[in-house]
């Protein structure tokens, strides 16, 4: 995290080197509780690690977070891994995972036929970067850092009801399209979408459970969607079901 510490703005780098180190952390929990394979573990670690290192250059370069306005921070990575030659001593098959984990952490699916050891790696890091992205949402309810705080959401408003289409995505158990959002309420019911499909391995929703994440969303869309109870408790039991079922290997 030297890496990190070396660029300024460091109110910025510091949110980064934090998300990096719980991800990693995230990462482990999955590692040990899915018993990967010992040789899946160092490349796993590293992708892990090294997931979002393209995050200090986009922020010093474009003054962002946004890859819509900027570049894609997950290519950025893989960019910054190779220049700095962090992987030169691994093995081509470990190299490549880790270069694919980090290339694909961001996208909206996987692309189709991923090979094993890769599609392993990709999986963990997508579950655990989700996973942290929860606990973020967590403490912005906590400490109501959201209200005042609208870029966070792209500048949406933030009692809009949410988009039908959200709704139906998480209702078919499919993955949101980030078009179709419409308020602030939309990015909470991503989140909902992530439990319900999203995550891959049982250890990522036994985490979600245990962390309670979809009780403290339920508990929020009521407060701050009067009107839409109903649909707030559909979804929530929607994603509470699938997290059941995946923790318990169903
Ligand atoms: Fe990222």
């Known amino acids: ?35 990967f394979p010992a040789r899946l573990r160092g490349p796993g670690m590293a992708a892990a690690w090294l997931h979002d290192l393209g995050r200090f250059k986009q922020f010093e370069r474009y003054r962002t977070f946004s890859d819509r306005v900027s570049v894609n921070h997950a290519l950025l990575s893989c960019a910054e891994a190779l220049r700095l030659g962090w992987l030169d001593d691994w093995e081509p098959w470990a190299r490549n995972a880790v270069l694919r984990a980090i290339e694909c952490h961001n996208l909206r699916d996987l692309p189709p036929g991923l090979p094993g050891d890769e599609l392993a790696l990709a999986h963990l890091v997508r579950d655990a970067d989700k996973l942290d992205i929860l606990t973020v949402l967590d403490r912005a309810i906590e400490t109501d850092y959201l209200p005042s705080h609208p870029e966070v959401y792209w500048g949406l408003p933030f009692r809009a009801p949410p988009s039908p289409k959200v709704v139906a995505a998480i209702e078919r158990g499919e993955s949101v399209d980030y078009a179709d959002i419409a308020g602030f309420a939309d990015f909470v019911f991503i989140q909902l979408a992530w439990c319900n499909g999203g995550l891959r ?15 403290v969303r339920r508990e929020y869309l009521k407060a701050l969607l009067p009107g839409h109870g109903e649909t707030v408790d559909r979804c929530c039991d929607i994603a509470e079901g699938a997290l059941r079922r995946l923790a318990h290997g169903a």
Do not use: Q
């Not at 910025?12 to 991800?23: A, D, G, Q, S």
């Not at 391995?201 to 009780?215: K, P």
């Open 1 to 35: 995290m030297a890496y990190g510490a070396a660029f300024p703005r460091e109110d910025m780098n510091t949110l980064k080197i934090e998300h990096t180190r719980r991800v990693a952390a995230n990462a482990a929990r999955i590692l040990e509780g899915e018993r």
């Open 201 to 215: 391995f049982a250890e990522s929703a036994r985490l979600a459970l245990a962390r309670r994440e979809v009780g």
